[in-house]
């Protein structure tokens, strides 16, 4: 791979908020399937009239953010540096390979990594890809157990901190300069977005939706769309086992053998080869 520049560097570290690993980090009080919550958001509700709020600590540490393993108060990602260098590599593979097609994010919560793949475009001097920005922006949906049995008991759909508006998520490309015409929103459920969607060609396909349905309806839509050579992504592989079954049933479905390569914990790729 070629060599990270000092500007993905510190962008990288930007992203995931190392500069402020070691403090206590202060998360307001999300709506959690928890009834000991309920009272707590009620009385915070009342304490905000005040200018006061009732705070959840995070405990911020470099392996933490090294592995992606918490839901960060500031950061803009919760990949963890593992995954983001994953990322920078793949790109710069399918840019020295000339791998066609543009990249997209399945799942983008603050837009971290989109707002990498954007800032990798702009590096390396590239104006004919664009980047999609893929989410409903109202965090998941609730489990359609018709459809997709392998999502009861999901609870995704409950956690407020999953929800980020797509106001908030162009807010942050701005930080960085980096909100443009190479930059693509598609706002909606997956299920109604991705059939549609104007996409070309892809090089990056990077799955981060959690759930089965999520990772379901990103590979039988998008993943006829990836060029050979390009890299299909799995944020929740290690993490939730209905988006582990998602991939594989999809794999076993169209015959896919490639080999399934790990990131870190969670994270695995593979490269399309037919
Ligand atoms: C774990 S977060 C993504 C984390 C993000 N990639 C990052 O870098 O931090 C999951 C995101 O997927 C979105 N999402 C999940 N399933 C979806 C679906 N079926 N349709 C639209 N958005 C979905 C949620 O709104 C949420 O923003």
């Known amino acids: 791979m070629d060599p990270s520049s000092a500007y993905i560097n510190l962008l990288k570290k930007m992203l ?10 202060y998360k307001p009080l999300y709506h959690y399937p928890n009834l000991l919550v309920k009272p ?6 009342i304490l905000r009239i005040k200018n006061l709020a009732i705070s959840e600590v995070n405990n911020t540490t470099i392996e933490k953010r090294v592995n992606g393993l918490d839901k960060p108060a500031y950061a803009d990602t919760m990949m963890g540096m593992k995954r983001l260098d994953n990322l920078e590599y793949c790109i710069r593979d399918i840019i020295k390979n000339d791998i066609e097609g543009d990249f997209i994010e399945l799942g983008v919560w603050r ?17 004919n890809r ?6 409903s922006f109202e965090g998941l949906p609730k489990p359609d157990l018709i459809n997709y049995p392998a999502d009861k008991g999901d609870k995704h759909s409950q956690f407020g ?3 980020v508006s797509m106001d908030e998520v162009k807010h942050n490309f701005e930080k960085y300069g980096l909100l443009d015409e190479q930059v693509k929103f598609l706002k909606g459920w997956f299920k109604d977005t991705l059939p549609a969607a104007p996409i070309k060609k892809l090089a990056i396909l990077r799955l981060d939706g959690d759930m089965y349905e999520s990772t379901m309806d990103g590979l039988v839509n998008l993943y006829p769309k990836l060029s050979k050579g390009g890299y299909v992504i799995v944020d929740d592989w290690g993490a939730v086992p209905a988006c582990k079954q998602a991939v594989k ?16 914990w969670t994270g695995v790729y593979w490269i399309k080869e037919n």
């Open 16 to 25: 995931t908020d190392y500069h402020r690993v070691g403090l206590k980090e």
């Open 130 to 135: 664009y980047v999609w920005v893929a989410d």
């Open 40 to 45: 707590l958001l009620l009385l915070d509700k």
């Open 161 to 163: 901190e999953l929800t």
């Open 249 to 264: 049933d999809y794999r076993n479905q169209h015959s896919i053998i490639e080999e399934i390569k790990e990131i870190d």
């Open 111 to 127: 837009g971290g990594s989109t707002i990498l793949m954007r800032a990798l475009l702009k590096e390396l001097n590239i104006t």
